[in-house]
């Protein structure tokens, strides 16, 4: 004789929740039967029960609906053929990196006008005005189109109302070192301090790991030069890699990338290959990164900035060589390089 091993409902119900945290509802099936066939003749408030519980489920596992505008797409190509000739006096085929003026205008005022290669200028307006703080949510902005005939970027808002106090904003501004457009406006500045960075500890074989794979990176630069090139990664891996005429406006248009896909920087470092001044350091801390590497050099005020934020920094970042200005408790040496005897260091040098 085989022993009952029959379910009441309630006994059935009791089992259920008990694994419920376990249990994919999805796909549960009684005797080969689907769950929902197993409540037909059954306690149709159980059913009704496991229903709410999978639907609760459902919901909990939807990602975040993030708001994205509407917006062009009028990327332009980034290098243009130009004849030249050469020191023999040959002529010679290549191609130039662009360089366009856009200005942004929201509902109507104008902002600012960037130069800029062209290829992400929704991008770039969307950063430029997230970094500048000129906009704090991007449920504010409705739709943005370029056109170039006008080489204007037009920012709807939901509400229609533009910028607040768009006009004081933009009588204070300090002009700094940025090719391609080197403005800051007081409102970046009052809500700079507002950002809180985490410490984040980054591996030296990440940094290494991270120069290797950048240097396939820059396309433009290889066919025209005349361009900076700047990275969002999470360790070594490059998740958006751009290329522009300045550093700040490839560094506007990753700013952009991330607001519109809702990236969030805390976990994420950022490369460069301009220099480190305080500018790049606000742009930085404003995303959310708290990590800045370079292959150029740094300045002063960069560095003041940094060690008042709390953003490490990595420059003169090449090959298996680099330095770290601020945050170097934050790097784990785990693959040091040989040293050079002295008499090496010369052959080198």
């Known amino acids: 004789m085989h022993a009952n091993h029959s379910l009441s409902c309630s006994d059935f119900r009791s089992t259920i929740t008990g694994i419920q945290n376990r249990v994919?509802?999805?796909?549960?099936?009684?005797?080969?039967?689907n769950i929902d066939d197993h409540y037909t003749d059954q306690n149709k408030v159980t059913q009704s029960w496991h229903k709410d519980m999978k639907q609760s489920q459902t919901d909990l596992e939807q990602p975040p609906t993030v708001h994205r505008p509407i917006m062009s797409n009028e990327g332009l190509p980034a290098t243009h053929p130009v004849e030249?000739?050469?020191?023999?006096?040959?002529?010679?085929?290549?191609?130039?990196?662009?360089e366009f003026p856009l200005t942004i205008k929201v509902d109507g005022r104008e902002v600012v006008t960037l130069m800029t290669l062209g290829t992400h200028p929704e991008k770039l307006t969307l950063g430029y005005l997230r970094n500048q703080r000129l906009i704090d949510?991007?449920?504010?902005?409705?739709?943005i189109k370029v056109d170039w005939e006008r080489e204007t970027a037009d920012v709807i808002t939901t509400h229609g109302e533009g910028i607040t106090n768009l006009q004081a904003k933009l009588s204070s501004r300090i002009v700094t070192s940025g090719c391609g457009q080197g403005t800051v406006f007081s409102c970046t500045l009052?809500?700079?301090?507002?950002?809180?960075?985490p410490r984040v500890e980054i591996?030296?074989?990440?940094?290494?790991?991270?120069?290797?794979?950048?240097?396939?990176?820059?396309?433009?630069?290889?066919?025209?030069g005349a361009v900076h090139g700047c990275a969002l990664c999470n360790g070594a891996q490059i998740l958006y890699f751009v290329e522009d005429v300045?550093?700040?406006?490839?560094?506007?248009?990753?700013?952009?990338?991330?607001w519109l896909e809702?990236?969030?920087?805390?976990?994420?470092?950022?490369?460069t290959t301009g220099r480190l001044t305080s500018e790049i350091v606000m742009k930085a801390a404003h995303m959310g990164i708290p990590v800045l590497v370079s292959r150029s050099g740094i300045t002063y005020m960069g560095i003041e900035l940094a060690q008042d934020l709390g953003v490490t920094l990595i420059a003169r970042a090449k090959g298996r060589h680099f330095l770290v200005y601020n945050g170097e408790n934050t790097v784990e040496y785990d693959d040091k390089p040989e040293r050079l005897s002295s008499a090496r260091k010369k052959t080198a040098v």
């Open 262 to 271: 809702g990236v969030d920087g805390n976990d994420k470092l950022f490369y």
């Open 84 to 98: 030249a000739r050469d020191e023999y006096g040959d002529p010679r085929d290549l191609q130039i990196a662009g």
């Open 246 to 258: 300045g550093r700040h406006n490839a560094t506007d248009t990753i700013a952009g990338e991330m």
């Open 24 to 33: 994919d509802f999805g796909v549960l099936t009684v005797a080969g039967c």
């Open 190 to 197: 009052d809500k700079l301090y507002d950002t809180r960075l």
């Open 137 to 143: 949510h991007i449920e504010e902005i409705a739709q």
């Open 203 to 224: 591996l030296q074989s990440t940094i290494y790991a991270l120069l290797k794979t950048i240097s396939s990176y820059n396309e433009v630069y290889r066919a025209a």
